[in-house]
């Protein structure tokens, strides 16, 4: 099981940009997927976006497409969520997810081996 630890959440403006990292400790991290979900206060935490394990294939969430783009270095062990665009909407807790294993994407809470701590965003109107 993979170690995460995200960072560059904030309080940002609408309109604004933030790009949050997560690293991972370990040698496996370029064998999985990785994917960023978020939760906002009162809901359940949401898929937003995944890339696979060479970062070769994105997915994102309708309401992120266009403004967001997940992105990984293997070399750095670290996978980027930035954010554009930001929205009210967007306010969440996010958090970065390592895939179970080397054959899933991680697109729901069930393909998650490792959570991230989450980080906050916050985006004022």
């Known amino acids: 099981q993979v170690q995460l630890v995200e960072s560059g959440g904030g309080l940002v403006q609408a309109g604004d940009s933030l790009r949050l990292s997560c690293t991972a400790s370990?040698?496996?991290?370029?064998?999985?997927?990785m994917g960023w979900f978020r939760q906002a206060p009162g809901k359940e935490r949401e898929f937003v976006a995944d890339?696979?394990?060479?970062?070769?294939?994105?997915y994102y969430v309708d309401s992120v497409k266009g403004r967001f783009t997940i992105s990984r270095d293997n070399a750095k062990n670290t996978v980027y969520l930035q954010m554009n665009s930001l929205k009210p909407e967007d306010t969440a807790v996010y958090y970065c997810a390592a895939a179970r294993s080397v054959y899933v994407r991680v697109k729901d809470h069930a393909d998650v081996g490792s959570w991230g701590q989450g980080t906050q965003v916050t985006v004022s109107s």
């Open positions: 370990g040698r496996t991290f370029s064998t999985r997927a």
């Open positions: 890339i696979s394990r060479s970062g070769g294939n994105t």
